[in-house]
């Protein structure tokens, strides 16, 4: 397994920025100054310095502002990295493998 393509990280820097494709579950930080996050349809405003955990089976869309500055980041993690026994017993450490 290579961990480069089962964990994402990047900034909300685009006006739209929607959910990825396939079996990503995303952690959405929302720092700066966006208009709404679309979610399954519904509209929600009022969503700055917001945190969402996000699975596979919801479509979603950040609404930004017209700014430079990032409105926050996005990690994506794939249901496969989640499920690796090596996660599992995880505890922090310090360079460690998880690629076994």
Known sequence: ??????????????????????????????????????????????????????NPKHSWTILKEQTRQSAGYIMQLSGQILNAPMLSTFQGQPNADLTS
């Open 1 to 54: 397994m290579t961990i480069g393509k089962q964990i994402k990280i990047f900034q909300i820097v685009d006006l739209e920025t929607s959910g990825p494709e396939g079996d990503f579950y995303s952690v959405v930080l929302i720092t700066g100054s966006v208009k709404g996050i679309i979610m399954d349809g519904s509209h929600y405003t009022d969503v700055s310095h917001s945190l969402f955990f996000l």
